[in-house]
């Protein structure tokens, strides 16, 4: 069993002309990497592949297709990957600190961690805004036809083909650039090391630029639901029937269950993101990032725990939106 690394020094001159010692970008292991983030990760596991593949055979069984249907099946596939690539996340967690930083095996499991992990999340955020949209147009404006294209499915199934792919590029431009040109392997330094998770200006960029982009689409996704939501209100105040009252009110709830569920699984990470790649691009010392390394891990972690939960949200939604619109098309 091989020993933690120390955190390395290195000697920087300080305001008053004298000689500091800062923490370089070594990391060592703690309680949460070796036992509380491994246990949680296997929990998303667990769940998450069983739930994510009961779902998708259920979507794709389903003989009336319709674009929220395309739309939930590409997000069950996209959280399917990133739970099938938690196991190398955990085995980094558990081993990190016995692999040399230039190992093949070190290599290649952080390009398949960081590649699944911000390929999958970029594609089930765009499949929760064609979502968001189809809901908005189907419930807030029927009669808006430029809307109602989010809804056809041969719409959907060019929008999603259109986001694996084009998605794919810059994330995989992204990936190679930062193992191959931004990342300085350091002889006799360990694979679980911030060197290889922050990476220079390139990434910092992107970091702040994807989090900008989070946050329009989460402004999106709140005016959206929203509105569905102050929709619904209303029609349950003119409603005669009790079970149309209750209804609307279940969905009410399922609305704000979605919400607050994605909120809480993915604002902290990219908040993380837009405040760390900020101080990459203005400040080249790890000690900030050392300090808050705990922060990004733990957001990490919620951010794979959107994959079990959604899940969940896709048999309450398949009960009252799905059958809504099949409803609306039936009417049509």
């Known amino acids: 069993m091989a020993t933690e690394s120390p955190i390395l020094f290195i000697w920087t001159k300080n305001t008053t002309g004298g000689m500091s010692p800062e923490p370089s970008c070594n990391l060592t292991r703690g309680p949460l990497e070796k036992v509380v983030l491994p246990?949680?990760?296997?929990?998303?596991?667990?769940?998450?592949?069983?739930?994510?593949?009961?779902?998708?055979?259920?979507?794709?069984?389903?003989?009336?297709?319709?674009g929220i249907l395309v739309y939930l099946i590409n997000l069950a596939a996209a959280d399917l990957v990133n739970c099938l690539s938690l196991p190398f996340r955990v085995s980094l967690l558990l081993l990190g600190d016995q692999w040399r930083e230039s190992s093949p095996i070190c290599v290649t499991s952080m390009i398949l961690i960081n590649f699944s992990f911000y390929y999958t999340v970029s594609c089930s955020t765009m499949f929760l805004a064609f979502i968001?949209?189809?809901?908005?147009?189907?419930?807030?404006?029927?009669?808006?036809?430029?809307?109602?294209?989010?809804?056809?499915t041969s719409f959907a199934q060019c929008a999603c083909t259109i986001t694996w792919i084009v998605t794919l590029i810059p994330i995989l431009f992204l990936n190679?650039?930062?193992?191959?040109?931004?990342?300085?392997?350091?002889?006799g330094s360990v694979c679980y090391n911030t060197q290889l998770q922050y990476g220079k200006r390139v990434s910092a960029k992107a970091f702040v630029t994807v989090a900008v982009m989070f946050l329009v689409l989460l402004t999106m996704f709140a005016f959206s639901y929203a509105s569905i939501a102050l929709e619904l209100c209303s029609v349950r105040r003119r409603s005669t029937s009790q079970r149309n009252r209750v209804i609307h009110v279940r969905a009410q709830l399922i609305i704000i269950g979605a919400m607050t569920g994605f909120i809480v699984c993915h604002l902290p990470f990219h908040v993380y993101q837009l405040v760390a790649g900020l101080h990459r691009l203005h400040n080249s010392s790890c000690l900030w990032l050392l300090q808050t390394h705990h922060v990004k891990l733990i957001t990490l972690w919620l951010v794979s725990l959107s994959s079990c939960l959604d899940p969940i949200l896709y048999f309450l939604l398949s009960k009252s939106f799905v059958k809504r619109s099949s409803k609306r098309e039936r009417s049509s």
């Open 176 to 187: 190679l650039n930062y193992f191959f040109k931004e990342v300085q392997l350091i002889a």
């Open 39 to 66: 246990v949680l990760y296997s929990f998303i596991i667990c769940v998450g592949v069983p739930a994510n593949l009961v779902a998708l055979c259920m979507f794709l069984q389903q003989y009336r297709k319709h």
């Open 132 to 152: 968001s949209i189809s809901r908005y147009s189907m419930i807030v404006k029927p009669n808006n036809k430029h809307l109602n294209r989010f809804y056809l």
